[in-house]
């Protein structure tokens, strides 16, 4: 029983001024997303170490990544903050240190590099179309593009999608009336019909190139 009150009684710590100035910073206000995301960044990398090793489990193994969750867990808390925001502000800031950011910030904003980060290692691509193309590149615009491996579809495609999905809410509201119900049955229909086609034809493009190689 003593051991485990010791070891309550040992467990990480935050200090009082950290947790004072990531509240200070939070508190600015969303203008200033890359100031608390590489405020966190420094938080981790000073403390990391020491609390993935206070963390450790009984054989002595340390996770930083354990570590890393569980000082943005805590300052969120101790601070009044959501949880998801400051994890977000802070592997925005790691994806993005300085030196990369200083290429596309302005004009770009944190939500388009947010967007761009998505694809991956191949961020770069999109986040120079979007620097480029700066009267069209909205965060759902890049991720649309992203979708499509850098292609942008007719604007009818994303249209439609949204339709469909929907139809779909409609046709699964027990309130929706039932002349609504029935257009919204048949776009469903429609939809699955497209998408059945769409994989038959990529099935056999696929069955064809593999027979050319």
């Known amino acids: 029983m003593t051991q485990i009150k010791e070891r309550i009684e040992l467990k990480p710590q935050l200090p009082d001024e950290i947790v004072e100035a990531t509240r200070q910073i939070y508190e600015s206000g969303e203008t200033i997303q890359w100031i608390i995301g590489d405020h966190l960044v420094s938080v981790v990398d000073e403390l990391g170490g020491n609390i993935a090793r206070q963390l450790s489990d009984d054989e002595g193994e340390t996770d930083v990544r354990k570590a890393r969750a569980w000082i943005i867990h805590n300052l969120a808390d101790r601070i009044g903050a959501d949880r998801s925001t400051l994890r977000d502000r802070h592997n925005m800031a790691k994806f993005f240190p300085p030196e990369i950011r200083k290429d596309y910030i302005p004009p770009l904003t944190f939500s388009q590099l947010r967007a761009c980060k998505s694809a991956g290692d191949n ?63 048949n776009i469903y229909k429609v939809s699955r019909q497209v998408r059945r086609e769409e994989a038959a034809l990529k099935a056999m493009s696929n069955y064809f190139m593999a027979r050319r190689d």
Do not use: F, M, Q
Not at 147 to 176: C, F, M, Q
């Open 123 to 185: 961020w770069k691509e999109h986040a120079d179309w979007a620097r480029e193309n700066l009267h069209r590149s909205t965060c759902e615009i890049i991720r649309t593009r992203i979708k499509h491996n850098g292609d942008l579809p007719p604007a009818w495609i994303s249209r439609w999608e949204r339709l469909v999905r929907l139809s779909e809410l409609l046709v699964e509201d027990e309130d929706t009336p039932v002349k609504i119900y029935e257009v919204c049955r």
